[in-house]
T-cell receptor, first 115, second 114 residues
Framework: DAGVIQSPRHEVTEMGQEVTLRCKPI?????LFWYRQTMMRGLELLIY????????DSGMPEDRFSAKMPNASFSTLKIQPSEPRDSAVYFC?????????????FGPGTRLTVL | AQSVTQLDSQVPVFEEAPVELRCNYS??????LFWYVQYPNQGLQLLLK??????LVESINGFEAEFNKSQTSFHLRKPSVHISDTAEYFC????????????FGTGTRLTVIP
């Protein structure tokens, strides 16, 4: 398996622009997580989905952030409009959620720089 | 509510010396515990996990962690570190059974000095 795939790996944009981050989870996994990592705040869970349904979006910073999972093999995290404080590494992770706990597999991340 | 505390943000250690990275958690229910490692410019990878059974769990590269319920701890240890162990280490907890999300600590940056 190719693992969790994220694109782009690096994104540089100007303040006010729309940014879309993409994630392809591991085939067969039914849970997907979006995290943000910064030096100041560490690793933060933004939102997660079970079976394509958003379960907890309490970590989404504000209305400028939105996430979708239209099908089991694709998710997007959108920031509109972007601001310099959104600069961070954004990770997507997936897991096969059953009655027990299941390991989360992380993608390589997207490094976002907002100028 | 669950939380994870990693008291040491940075741990420098000389090559071949032992190391312990501390992790304490708080939870009112049974938990699963995890250590993840993040090498520079990479995503997180699972290092080891405690789900049930033996309280001492080991990884393939010589790390081990012991679940101590009375002290609510899950410290990570290695008797002799290598340069390649330089990375950031995250402790995480989830409610068992059936919980899906993880609560991560703030991470400990281990730097192995030649």
């Amino acid at each position: 398996d190719a693992g969790v795939i994220q694109s782009p790996r690096h994104e540089v944009t100007e303040m006010g622009q729309e940014v879309t981050l993409r994630c392809k989870p591991i085939s067969g996994h039914n849970s997907l997580f979006w995290y943000r990592q910064t030096m100041m705040r560490g690793l933060e869970l933004l939102i997660y989905f079970n079976n394509n349904v958003p379960i907890d979006d309490s970590g989404m910073p504000e209305d400028r952030f939105s996430a979708k999972m239209p099908n089991a093999s694709f998710s997007t995290l959108k920031i509109q409009p972007s601001e310099p404080r959104d600069s961070a590494v954004y990770f997507c992770a997936s897991s096969l959620w059953t009655s027990g706990h299941n390991e989360q597999f992380f993608g390589p991340g997207t490094r976002l720089t907002v100028l | 509510a669950q939380s994870v505390t990693q008291l040491d943000s940075q741990v420098p250690v000389f090559e071949e010396a032992p190391v312990e990275l501390r992790c304490n958690y708080s939870s009112s229910v049974s938990v699963y515990l995890f250590w993840y490692v993040q090498y520079p410019n990479q995503g997180l990878q699972l290092l080891l996990k405690y789900l049930s059974g033996s309280t001492l769990v080991e990884s393939i590269n010589g790390f081990e962690a012991e679940f101590n319920k009375s002290q609510t701890s899950f410290h990570l240890r290695k008797p002799s570190v290598h340069i390649s162990d330089t990375a950031e280490y995250f402790c995480a907890v989830s409610e068992s059974p059936g919980a899906n999300n993880l609560f991560f600590g703030t991470g400990t940056r281990l730097t192995v000095i030649p």
